[in-house]
T-cell receptor
Framework: DAKTTQPPSMDCAEGRAANLPCNHS???????VYWYRQIHSQGPQYIIH???NNETNEMASLIITEDRKSSTLILPHATLRDTAVYYC?????????????FGKGTSLLVTP | DAGVIQSPRHEVTEMGQEVTLRCKPI?????LFWYRQTMMRGLELLIY????????DSGMPEDRFSAKMPNASFSTLKIQPSEPRDSAVYFC???????????FGQGTRLTVV
C-alpha cells in the first residue's frame, strides 16, 4: 500500500472548519483513501473513504485532488468532541479482504 | 448490534504467564483483524482473517503469539509466555467484505509485570 504523510498536529477553533491534509503521492489507480480517527482510549472510528470523487457523509467531507496525490478531510463545524488523532490510510481493495496500515496520524486539538 | 466485543477490558499478569484475549466480531462480518497499540510503535496490524482463514500473520511479533478463529463469531489472541514488552492495548476489528469500513472494539489493555 502507498505511504501517506500527515502533519503531526493541528489546532482548530470550535465552530470553525477543520481541514486535515494528507499526501499520498505514490498512490496507485486501484487504491482507496480512508480516514479514521481515534479519540483518547477508544478504538479507531471510521470516518469516510473515496477513490476518485469527492465524498460527503454526516461526519465529514473528503476532497481528493484530480491527480489523486493528496486529499483533505474537512470537518465543517468542529466541536470539542472532535479532538482526536486522525489517520489517513491508503489501501488496495481485494477479494481476500484487506487490512488497514495506520501511520502516526494528525493530532487535532479543537479549542473553545 | 453491540459492536465488536473484546474481553477482558483490562488484564494484568506476571511475566511468563499465558494470556488469552478474546474477540466477538459483529454478526455477519467476514473479516477480522487484531492490532496492537503502543506509544512507541503506534497501531500495528498483527494478523487478519477472512472467512475464518488467516490471510496475513506477518505482523505477529514472534512465536509466542498465536491467533485462532474457530468460527465466524469468535477469535482469540494468545501470548505464551508473556513478557513485559508485550504490554500494550490490543484491538480487534471486523468488517464485511472488501472496501467497507472496519469496526473496532474498545480494546484490551494488557500489562505484564
Amino acid at each position: 500500500d502507498a505511504k501517506t504523510t500527515q502533519p503531526p498536529s493541528m489546532d482548530c477553533a470550535e465552530g470553525r472548519a477543520a481541514n486535515l491534509p494528507c499526501n499520498h503521492s505514490t498512490i496507485s489507480g486501484n487504491e482507496y483513501v480512508y480516514w479514521y480517527r481515534q479519540i483518547h482510549s477508544q478504538g479507531p472510528q471510521y470516518i469516510i473513504h473515496g477513490l476518485k470523487n469527492n465524498e460527503t457523509n454526516e461526519m465529514a467531507s473528503l476532497i481528493i485532488t484530480e491527480d489523486r496525490k493528496s486529499s483533505t478531510l474537512i470537518l465543517p463545524h468542529a466541536t470539542l468532541r472532535d479532538t482526536a488523532v486522525y489517520y489517513c490510510i491508503v489501501r488496495v481493495g481485494s477479494n481476500s479482504g484487506y487490512a488497514l496500515n495506520f501511520g502516526k496520524g494528525t493530532s487535532l486539538l479543537v479549542t473553545p | 448490534d453491540a459492536g465488536v466485543i473484546q474481553s477482558p477490558r483490562h488484564e494484568v499478569t506476571e511475566m511468563g504467564q499465558e494470556v488469552t484475549l478474546r474477540c466477538k466480531p459483529i454478526s455477519g462480518h467476514n473479516s477480522l483483524f487484531w492490532y496492537r497499540q503502543t506509544m512507541m510503535r503506534g497501531l500495528e496490524l498483527l494478523i487478519y482473517f477472512n472467512n475464518n482463514v488467516p490471510i496475513d500473520d506477518s505482523g505477529m511479533p514472534e512465536d509466542r503469539f498465536s491467533a485462532k478463529m474457530p468460527n465466524a463469531s469468535f477469535s482469540t489472541l494468545k501470548i505464551q509466555p508473556s513478557e513485559p514488552r508485550d504490554s500494550a492495548v490490543y484491538f480487534c476489528a471486523s468488517s464485511l467484505g472488501t472496501n467497507t469500513e472496519a469496526f473496532f472494539g474498545q480494546g484490551t489493555r494488557l500489562t505484564v509485570v
